[in-house]
């Protein structure tokens, strides 16, 4: 069956780094783009960045461009997000989802993982 | 950016009633909306794509439409695992955006 699962998350100051994996399994990862999103405590849901199945294009929410970069490693079906220069607002669950069409560029995520913690504070 | 506003953003509804949400797009996506479902302390659950289509396994209770800007879900009798809260996506361009959610609570 399909899963991703986070991991990554943790408590860091303002201005430190993270890195965010997706570990995938169940489905033909290389043939699949992946997203970022994210969840601030008590609020809705935000996209964060995603990566096309081979990488080639990356697309990030003007919030965090610059500061994160997505990046996937299909030979070992992992999804990153490097999160540089990290602020107070960052603060949030980060989920990683399989988009819902293969070679597509981008549409929805059909499975979710549970979400990795990110916690931005001095 | 394309805007996703939901409405209402919390309705407060009895089991066995029947509840429509609304999401409206700032400019026409065609049909590329989903609908999540999302309860406390979990991941999303995707229920609806293409404004129209269940997801596999996902139970005929739940019905959705719609086209360009203005998209309903419906939930045709609600149960007590229905309540939680509800998002639309839009996925026509990037930034994908999600509307502000609606909560649904018993009454």
């Known amino acids: 069956q399909v899963q991703v699962v986070e991991s990554g998350g943790g408590v860091v100051q303002p201005g430190g780094s993270l890195r965010l994996s997706c570990a995938a399994s169940?489905?033909?990862?290389?043939?699949?783009?992946m997203h970022w999103v994210c969840q601030s405590p008590g609020k809705g849901l935000e996209w964060v960045a995603s990566?096309?199945?081979?990488?080639?294009?990356?697309y990030y929410a003007d919030s965090v461009k610059g500061r994160f970069t997505i990046s996937r490693d299909n030979s070992k079906n992992t999804v990153y997000l490097q999160m540089d220069n990290l602020r107070a607002e960052d603060t949030a669950v980060y989920y990683c989802?399989?988009?819902?069409?293969?070679?597509?560029?981008?549409?929805?995520?059909?499975?979710w993982g549970q979400g990795t913690l990110v916690s931005v504070s001095s | 950016d394309i805007q996703m506003t939901q409405s209402p953003s919390s309705l407060s509804a009895s089991v066995g009633d029947r509840v429509t949400i609304t999401c409206r797009a700032s400019?026409?996506?065609?049909?590329?909306l989903a609908w999540f479902q999302q309860k406390p302390g979990k991941a999303p659950k995707s229920l609806i794509n293409?404004?129209?289509n269940l997801q596999s396994g996902v139970p005929s209770k739940f019905s959705a439409g719609g086209s360009g800007t203005d998209f309903t879900l419906t939930i045709s009798s609600l149960q007590p695992e229905d309540f939680a809260t509800y998002y639309c996506?839009?996925?026509?361009?990037?930034?994908?955006?999600f509307g502000g959610g609606t909560k649904v609570e018993i009454k």
């Open positions: 989802a399989k988009d819902s069409l293969s070679y597509s560029t981008g549409s929805y995520g059909d499975y």
């Open positions: 169940g489905f033909n990862f290389r043939t699949y783009a």
């Open positions: 990566i096309r199945h081979d990488g080639s294009d990356k």
């Open positions: 400019q026409g996506i065609r049909n590329y």
């Open positions: 293409a404004a129209s």
């Open positions: 996506q839009q996925y026509n361009s990037y930034p994908l955006t």
